[in-house]
């Protein structure tokens, strides 16, 4: 049987990336510098790819429970 992940979401605005960046100490401009950002291929602020990775680890959370990912070991 083939499990679906069960979708997790956040709003991200400016202030959680600011605020993101200064619990990480990752203030590289291309997340906190709108005019460095808008100068950018991506055409401004991006939000931090751990972020990203964060909400991977939820969805996994939501559809396995919390007991099986502590029984991941690295």
Known sequence: MQAQLKP?????DFDTILKYAAVTN????I???KEFAAKSP???I???G???LALI????RNT??????NRIHF
């Open 64 to 69: 396995v429970g919390v007991d099986a990912l």
């Open 26 to 29: 990752d203030c590289n401009p």
């Open 57 to 60: 680890w939820q969805a996994l």
């Open 46 to 48: 991006i939000a931090h």
């Open 42 to 44: 991506m055409g401004g």
């Open 31 to 33: 997340h906190v510098d």
């Open 50 to 52: 751990s972020m990203s």
């Open 8 to 12: 997790s979401s956040k709003h991200v």
